[in-house]
């Protein structure tokens, strides 16, 4: 249970980190293409 | 090609080619050649994953579809961490629970034999025929560029796959993605580099995406919901998650890779890591690609990008007519050229209606520039209407070999090489252990052969499924848009195929009898779609899915629970 626990941690990291990504490719879109 | 480009190119993938079977050459059990004795650690799961997926083609196209389409394209690959997640969380503890060599071993535990066998078979017939376009696609670009010969080509890629292939098994297989995706990853860095390093000197990397954005190629995120419209957020989401879902999930090219890991540990590490990198990887390639744009914004350009193309039609009646369109680039090209440095003047130093009015202008001859590109192609079909117009895939390696330095062309074509060897090796690795264990070890071996016996089976299947791999490229030309064919071909099994997974991980009430007949009619409804309407292919994933999920369930609970 407490390893499973720890696991989801790692998939919330890798999710937030693709989702951090697509932020700033949002940003970059919006600075960049005219 | 320079003579030191023929030594890199010949002695990175001979190195890559006798290290693997050299390294992995004494495998004498099943579970040694078939899953590398399941020693990978996360990493070279992780590397060996990324390199099974990246094919030639991703090396290729990526860069000439940033060129021609922007960046929109990365959105493709944002279901895939999710779709990651989901297969730690519910494949992968299954597959390590069972103890499986292959992902349809599965099948017969969770339903019965004919279901795993009939899978294994669908897997078979619709993988066999893609190792043959891995080896053909980047064949067919190479020598038409090079003018290498194609069928040698072909020979040579598919006979060094086979050499390491047959010898390691699985084991050889990682080793050289290993070393393979090093070349790669070098290549593309080294490249990007010579990118930067090649801008004017006025001209800042900022500037640089700024010029790409004037043109649009700074598309990354669309937020549009518009279903015609190819790669948006919500089709990348949600389509790009199914797909992934499919393919690293039930493709045994896949799953044979996170099932040679040491522990579930390692296995799920080497997918997270996967989820973790493959969108900024994604990301940089087409960056590279967006650069290569750049560079001919400051350099002339090809009005179209395969040079053997435009010979035949410079030789043919319409060659007054194509001395036109070169005339008409000249004088695109130094216009967009005076208007790009007014406007990075402007820019910092004008006012921001100045700005705009130089974008605009910039913005129209880009258009310009595309009409003039499609007029020129207009021009190839009226010669022979036969000869491929879409120039997409030649951008990158024709910016290559013209105008990278001696020494890197052999490191990018080593890219591109290592790049189809790793995806077909795989392929062929996840052949012969399909044909092996689900099909030979449990429907045609005698009981208590050894394992000695089912590796040197597993080698000749290697051997076999490797040989049809080359002579389905070689004779490949034989067909006409070959590529979309075999897309088909994958398309009318790839749902039928998901569905009967999906059922056997989340649908515990459909059993075995309903699940295989359901696959049946389901791969029948899919072939009448395809025979008797217009219905894209694409589409053959989603119904062959849902219709073995329905099906299944309709027979489960109404025909066979009224029987009891």
């Given at each position: 249970m407490k390893e499973e626990r720890g696991w989801n941690k790692v998939y919330a990291f890798v999710l937030l980190w693709n989702a951090l990504l697509i932020l700033v490719f949002y940003i970059i879109t919006k600075i960049f293409n005219h | 090609m320079s003579q030191i480009d023929w030594i890199i190119l010949c002695g990175v993938l001979g190195f890559i080619v006798l290290y693997g079977a050299w390294k992995t050459r004494k495998n004498e059990n099943l579970d040694g050649f078939l899953l590398g004795d399941r020693s990978a650690k996360w990493w070279l799961v992780g590397l060996s994953v990324m390199a099974t997926q990246a094919s030639a083609i991703t090396f290729l196209s990526?860069?000439?579809q940033a060129f021609s389409d922007g960046m929109r394209f990365v959105q493709f690959y944002f279901g895939l961490p999710l779709a990651m997640v989901v297969l730690c969380i519910t494949f992968i503890p299954i597959y390590y629970k069972l103890k499986v060599y292959t992902a349809y071993e599965f099948l017969e535990s969770r339903f019965d034999v004919?279901?795993?066998?009939?899978?294994?078979?669908?897997f078979l017939i619709q993988r066999g025929l893609a190792a043959g376009i891995t080896i053909y696609a980047p064949a067919i670009i190479l020598s038409s560029i090079l003018n290498w010969n194609l069928t040698i080509t072909n020979l040579v890629i598919g006979c060094l796959v086979i050499i390491y292939t047959v010898s390691g098994g699985t084991k050889a297989v990682s080793i050289t993605q290993k070393y393979q995706m090093m070349v790669i990853f070098g290549g593309m860095v080294f490249t990007f580099m010579y990118l930067i390093n090649s801008l004017p000197e006025n001209v800042s990397f900022t500037d640089a995406l700024h010029v790409s954005g004037l043109s649009g190629k700074m598309n990354v995120i669309d937020l549009s919901f518009d279903l015609n419209n190819r790669y948006t957020l919500w089709s990348g989401i949600i389509g790009g998650f199914f797909l992934a879902l499919s393919y690293f999930g039930t493709d045994q090219s896949q799953v044979q890779r996170y099932l040679s890991a040491r522990s579930i540990r390692e296995s799920r590490m080497g997918l997270l890591f996967n989820a973790a990198l493959k969108v900024p990887m994604q990301f940089f390639i087409l960056l590279v690609g967006v650069m290569v744009f750049v560079f001919y914004q400051f350099n002339p350009a090809p009005v179209f990008f395969n040079d053997n193309t435009l010979n035949i039609v410079e030789e043919s009646r319409l060659s007054p007519e194509m001395e036109l369109k070169y005339q008409e680039y000249d004088e695109l090209f130094r216009e967009r050229n005076?208007?790009?440095?007014?406007?990075?003047?402007?820019?910092?130093?004008?006012?921001?209606?100045?700005?705009?009015?130089?974008?605009?202008?910039?913005?129209?001859l880009s258009r310009q520039e595309d009409r003039l590109r499609e007029d020129v192609r207009g021009l190839i079909t009226q010669v022979d209407p036969d000869i491929e117009t879409n120039d997409r895939d030649y951008v990158f390696l024709h910016f290559i070999l013209t105008q990278l330095p001696t020494g890197l062309i052999g490191l990018l074509l080593a890219v591109i090489l290592s790049a189809a060897m790793s995806s077909t090796a795989a392929e062929l690795n996840a052949l012969a252990s399909t044909t092996t264990v689900d099909l030979y070890k449990r429907l045609f071996a005698r009981e208590g052969s050894s394992d000695r016996h089912y590796v040197f089976m597993s080698r000749m299947f290697t051997l076999s499924w490797g040989v049809i791999a080359i002579l389905f490229a070689v004779f490949g030309n034989l067909y006409e848009n070959l590529i979309q064919y075999v897309n088909i071909v994958g398309s009318l099994f790839y749902g039928t195929i998901l569905g009967i997974f999906l059922v056997a991980f989340y649908v515990k009430k459909i059993g075995g009898k309903a699940v295989f007949l359901a696959a049946i009619i389901s791969e029948c409804i899919v072939f009448a779609i395809f025979a008797f309407t217009e219905v894209g292919y694409l589409w053959f994933n989603l119904i062959g899915c849902i219709n073995v999920i329905l099906l299944g369930y309709i027979i489960e609970k109404i025909i066979l629970s009224n029987r009891k």
């Open positions: - | 990526t860069p000439g004919r279901t795993r066998s009939l899978t294994s078979l669908l005076a208007q790009i440095s007014e406007y990075l003047l402007v820019r910092e130093e004008g006012s921001t209606q100045e700005v705009k009015e130089k974008a605009l202008r910039i913005a129209t």
